[in-house]
T-cell receptor
Framework: GQNIDQPTEMTATEGAIVQINCTYQTSGFNGLFWYQQHAGEAPTFLSYNVLDGLEEKGRFSSFLSRSKGYSYLLLKELQMKDSASYLCAVINQAGTALIFGKGTTLSVSS | EPEVTQTPSHQVTQMGQEVILRCVPISNHLYFYWYRQILGQKVEFLVSFYNNEISEKSEIFDDQFSVERPDGSNFTLKIRSTKLEDSAMYFC??????????????FGPGNRLSVT
């Protein structure tokens, strides 16, 4: 089976840096995704990691350690519009579906 | 930019009725998915579809659910006899590739289903 854990809620202020952690236990590993979901909207793709290390994309970066079953999403120069849920998801063993964590709701205040 | 579309955006139905949720995936994508999200809960995988057949389905996707690609553009999810607990947002997604290759799933805006 697969289990994905991430904090339920986080708060931060505009301009700050925040790190959202995700730990996973899977039977086989085929890749990990981070999605952003604003309330009432669809998830939108942020990043994909399959090898260890850091992937940087503008203000957002994602890190993966396969040996530790651990990933984080780093958001820099936070803006109010970054207030959203951030979903960690792993590809299932067959590679046919995404299995999502419960998501971390980030609130950014001024 | 191409996008996944879904209709209707919100459907209200009575318990026991059949509903069909419609999706138009991105045109050159080959893999199609349905997920659901009960209010306040996580996104849950229902089913994946490739080459006109189901690739995988979750334990949620029981005999009350079915999927179909009736033509070259639509991908539908049918719930045969709705229950109160089927009330949720249903997201359709598509991806250009699938299997064990790198793939990004593009999600549609969702069909909100309310069963009364």
């Amino acid at each position: 089976g697969q289990n994905i854990d991430q904090p339920t809620e986080m708060t931060a202020t505009e301009g700050a840096i925040v790190q959202i952690n995700c730990t996973y236990q899977t039977s086989g590993f085929n890749g990990l995704f981070w999605y952003q979901q604003h309330a009432g909207e669809a998830p939108t793709f942020l990043s994909y990691n399959v090898l260890d290390g850091l992937e940087e994309k503008g203000r957002f970066s994602s890190f993966l350690s396969r040996s530790k079953g651990y990933s984080y999403l780093l958001l820099k120069e936070l803006q109010m519009k970054d207030s959203a849920s951030y979903l960690c998801a792993v590809i299932n063993q067959a590679g046919t579906a995404l299995i999502f964590g419960k998501g971390t709701t980030l609130s950014v205040s001024s | 930019e191409p996008e996944v579309t879904q209709t209707p955006s919100h459907q209200v139905t009575q318990m026991g009725q059949e509903v069909i949720l419609r999706c138009v995936p991105i045109s050159n994508h080959l893999y199609f998915y349905w997920y659901r999200q009960i209010l306040g809960q996580k996104v849950e995988f229902l089913v994946s579809f490739y080459n006109n057949e189901i690739s995988e389905k979750s334990e949620i996707f029981d005999d009350q659910f079915s999927v179909e690609r009736p033509d070259g553009s639509n991908f539908t999810l049918k719930i045969r006899s709705t229950k109160l607990e089927d009330s949720a947002m249903y997201f359709c997604a598509s991806s250009e590739t699938g299997g064990l290759a790198t793939y990004e799933e593009y999600f549609g805006p969702g069909n909100r289903l309310s069963v009364t």
